[in-house]
């Protein structure tokens, strides 16, 4: 069982590295293009990676019982707080919108699921990694459409 929580977080790791780390750099040193315009769709995306990337760079500490409860409870409202400021920056109607909209409903679902876990002392949801990996799937779809204009 301890072999199987460390695997997860280690994928969750490596998940985290090649969605938020890699794009990070090749942006900020590979020159990464043209700048895409400031738009409240791409604030609203932003808002969402902020909030998966916070969800998905903690929830490590939390996957092994007995965990500190009141550590949990930080980073549980901090994490509640990220998706309701995602949830206020995309209010339009625009496909990158409801994009990002379904995914922190998804987020919002996942973060809930760990918080039951973790105030009854049990192990995370077996599907943790591929819930995660479908919320950032959704994030960089979103993405793409604002960068399209959609």
């Known amino acids: 069982m301890d072999r199987i929580i460390k695997f997860v977080i280690a994928i969750v790791v490596v998940i985290a590295v090649w969605k938020y780390v890699l794009p990070w750099a090749k942006q900020e040193f590979g020159g990464g293009g043209a700048k895409t315009h400031a738009s409240s769709d791409n604030s609203c995306v932003k808002a969402g990676q902020r909030a998966s990337e916070r969800f998905g760079s903690g929830i490590g500490?939390?996957?092994?019982p007995p965990v500190d409860?009141?550590?949990w409870a930080e980073f549980q409202s901090d994490v509640a707080s990220r998706i309701s400021s995602a949830e206020s920056a995309c209010t339009c109607d625009a496909d990158s919108c409801r994009r990002v909209q379904n995914a922190m409903r998804?987020?919002?679902s996942l973060s809930s699921d760990l918080d039951s876990a973790v105030r009854a002392g049990s192990a995370p949801p077996s599907d943790i990694v591929q819930r995660q990996e479908a919320?950032?799937?959704q994030l960089d779809?979103?993405?793409d459409l604002a960068r399209a204009g959609k």
């Open 61 to 64: 500490r939390f996957v092994n």
């Open 69 to 71: 409860q009141a550590a």
């Open 106 to 108: 998804e987020l919002r």
């Open 135 to 137: 919320v950032d799937n």
């Open 141 to 143: 779809e979103a993405a």
